[in-house]
């Protein structure tokens, strides 16, 4: 899972904070009911609701956690495929029909892993991870070191130049102030982007190797106190994770759009367009001090200098680093587990899923979400003892090999993808479930609404208010606060009432089924300080000590995703609002409109895009009101389901089949992780993106795809009303 630092988290949430027009109505103020049910069968959803809802327990959270977290179990290693029997195990006593499905991809371990300085003076650097006594975890002999996967074997020696986050407008500084990483080795600093990023800025601008770092300014000692006093980084806290460039494609590098069944085409290695080209380890924070110490040139820019007690300078100089990774590549075995609830219609499935693989303990990434879906399967598993039949299918998936680069779900997504598009009417991901006590969600936009009205159902743990308004008071402060962090002028916070979701970035499992396969998709889980991210330390000690002591955030967790899947299970009509969808494309098309002006391409692209997003505009309005009257006289259970396939197949018909330019694997028009802007989502990505390189062909052909997407969505709308007002007058 993608993990943002402290900065760069409230910059992403300022930047997400949006504008919503106050035409757009919010189901619990001008419908009593509930979105998507017919008036006759809200009270029973009601009762179904608070049913499911007492049943999540904390001691229950906590032991599943304490023993998800009882080894190391890294993908591609046998205490993963244990941990996959065990959750197999766990969801067969729930009552579901429980399987592990297994992949075959192309995984490195490492073999060795060394750095060291050889000039000034000669240092043994990558030191490991300090255990501590009180936390007799940390001694295990079975905790990986600290490597980035997916990097190449490689041994470079070379001085050292110090890139700040290693981002595009990092290179740009440095290319200003006459600096090249050219022939030598890069040090970059954690934060900012997805790490891959990182890497493929390195090895574009022709560094032998590149290092990076964990500095206290960002997850260590200046955020707070360290582990194990506090839960931030420690000195020599190491953050592991993969380097693919996922950004390309996640997934099994050797086979890009179909699964790695033990008969797939696999591409050689050196053809696969997702691997890294260029070295690169992660060191913790007192390594990286001798280095950085030893550094010459001029001093960085005032933004660049990081928590070490001393000044940073940008390098080259004296110091002079040896890096030799040996990484041990190998075709290895994914274990998903995949439980199914049988519904009445099976034809229709409501898909939740988080991942079981872990860099070491994992006890927050991502054993919080799996402690906590395991809560909330146990609570449908009652649910069915005690009478209940599920409406449609509840499909719960344990996915492997998320850390190495979302592989478990890529995988299954391409296996399945045809039966994914006609049956799944959304994916519910958690991931980093709890770190904290603040709940954040990010969701295509049409699932928004349905996200701010399960947060209304569920109390607190701290309060005598609901998550929602507790998260909604958070958002508003954090924006009356002064930041210092510049944002752009279409972040601004104009709509007090309104809890902020992001847009689906990169990172987690939702990837292959929202930007690949066109699923409505959200992810949710309850963040807060949170230094020790992919290091050992994230373990169940940090979780019972500083995480979530009583386990009470889990719980409103579990509640949250049930309540959320339960929606999505026995709604009439499936609750989407496609009304806040348009009024987003609208703001992103306007803005995009904007842009092309100031650099003065796309003047005759810019009008058909403009035109499709006022006509989706349309249609949406006109299809939400035929549906309210829909909703209140539900006709025949052939004519629902058509409806809701109409319903699902809006976010279909944003795909271009065709794919992103230079990324084709990535199909979805209006979102995709940046190819060079980090974790957050990139809005309208193909032809923004075309803007970014100044690249007016592209910029055409994109444009054109998107506003061929728009049409073809703001058609469906249009079928949707017409079918609504067919029956319901
Ligand atoms: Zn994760």
Redesign the pocket.
């Known amino acids: 899972?993608?993990?943002t630092t402290r900065r760069v988290r409230s910059a992403i949430i300022l930047a997400s904070i949006v504008v919503f027009p106050a035409a757009i109505s919010r189901g619990t103020q001008e419908n009593p009911g509930i979105r998507g049910f017919a008036p006759a069968h809200v009270a029973a959803e009601r009762a179904l609701e608070q049913q499911l809802r007492a049943i999540p327990d904390p001691a229950r959270a906590e032991s599943n956690l304490r023993h998800i977290t009882s080894e190391p179990h890294m993908a591609g290693t046998e205490a993963s495929h244990r941990v996959a029997e065990w959750l197999r195990d766990q969801y067969r006593s729930y009552g579901f029909d429980a399987d592990i499905v297994s992949y075959s991809v192309w995984l490195a371990q490492p073999r060795e892993v060394h750095l060291e300085l050889i000039a000034p003076d000669k240092k043994a650097l990558a030191t490991p991870e300090q255990p501590f006594a009180v936390d007799p975890d940390t001694s295990d002999k079975n905790i990986v070191v600290g490597f980035n996967t997916f990097s190449p074997s490689g041994d470079v020696t070379a001085p050292v130049v110090y890139v700040n986050y290693g981002m595009q407008a990092d290179y740009r500084e440095l290319e200003k102030l006459g600096i090249s990483v050219d022939g030598k080795i890069a040090i970059a600093r954690y934060g900012g982007c997805y790490r891959g990023i990182k890497t493929k800025l390195a090895e574009e601008h022709k560094a032998l190797g590149l290092i990076i770092y964990s500095d206290p300014e960002d997850d260590g000692y200046v955020a707070g106190d360290v582990f194990p006093n506090g839960p931030w980084r420690p000195m020599t806290g190491i953050q592991r994770g993969s380097v693919e460039y996922t950004q390309i494609y996640p997934g099994d590098p050797l086979t890009p759009g179909v699964a790695s069944t033990a008969n797939a085409k696999r591409l050689a290695p050196a053809d696969a367009a997702n691997l890294p080209r260029i070295p690169t380890m992660p060191i913790n924070s007192q390594d990286a001090s001798v280095i950085l110490e030893n550094l010459g040139g001029p001093h960085v820019p005032r933004q660049w200098q990081g928590g070490l007690p001393f000044t940073y300078h940008i390098g080259p100089g004296a110091a002079v680093a040896h890096m030799k990774l040996a990484m041990d590549y190998q075709q290895r075995t994914l274990y998903d587990v995949i439980a199914k609830l049988r519904g009445t219609n099976d034809g229709e499935w409501v898909v939740l899923g988080?991942?079981h693989d872990?860099w070491v303990y994992?006890a927050v990434?991502?054993g919080s979400?799996t402690a906590t879906m395991l809560e909330t399967a146990r609570a449908f598993g009652e649910l069915v003892r005690a009478g209940w039949k599920p409406r449609r299918t509840i499909v719960m998936c344990e996915w492997d090999g998320?850390?190495p680069g979302l592989m478990g779900s890529t995988e299954w997504v391409e296996a399945n993808r045809a039966e994914l598009q006609a049956k799944a009417v959304a994916y519910l991901n958690t991931?980093?479930g709890v770190a904290g006590p603040n709940f954040t969600a990010s969701a295509t936009p049409s699932l928004k609404e349905l996200v701010r009205d399960v947060t209304r159902e569920v109390q607190d743990p701290r309060d005598v208010r609901s998550v929602y308004n507790v998260w909604l008071d958070r958002a508003t402060r954090q924006q009356e606060e002064p930041s210092g962090i510049a944002r752009p002028p279409s972040a601004k916070f104009t709509a007090p009432g309104e809890a902020p979701i992001e847009a689906l970035g990169a990172?987690?499992d939702f990837c292959p089924f929202f930007d690949h396969a066109g699923i409505p998709a959200l992810d949710a889980g309850f963040i807060g300080d949170y230094g020790v991210y992919h290091s050992m330390y994230d373990d169940f000690y940090w979780m019972k000590k500083f995480g979530d002591p009583t386990f009470e955030f889990h719980v409103a967790l579990a509640k949250i995703l049930g309540t959320l899947a339960l929606r999505l299970d026995e709604s009439d009509t499936l609750p989407f609002d496609y009304a806040a969808y348009a009024a987003e494309i609208s703001r992103a098309a306007n803005d995009l409109a904007t842009r092309a002006a100031k650099q003065g391409i796309g003047s005759a692209d810019v009008p058909a895009v403009s035109d499709a997003a006022a006509r989706l505009t349309a249609s949406a309005a006109h299809a939400s009101q035929a549906l309210q009257q829909w909703s209140n006289a539900p006709p025949n259970a052939a004519k629902q389901y058509e409806m809701n396939r109409d319903l699902v197949s809006v976010e279909q018909a944003l795909l271009a089949p065709e794919g992103l330019s230079g990324r084709t694997w990535y199909k979805h028009t209006i979102y995709a992780p940046g190819t060079y802007a980090g974790y957050a989502a990139e809005v309208l990505p193909g032809a923004n993106e075309a803007l970014d390189r100044q690249d007016a062909g592209t910029f055409t052909r994109e444009s054109a795809a998107l506003g061929a997407a728009l049409l073809r969505a703001s058609t469906r709308l249009d079928e949707i009303a017409r079918l609504a007002s067919s029956t319901t007058q």
């Open positions: 899972m993608a993990v988080n991942h872990a994992g990434d991502p979400g998320e850390e991931d980093v990172g987690s």
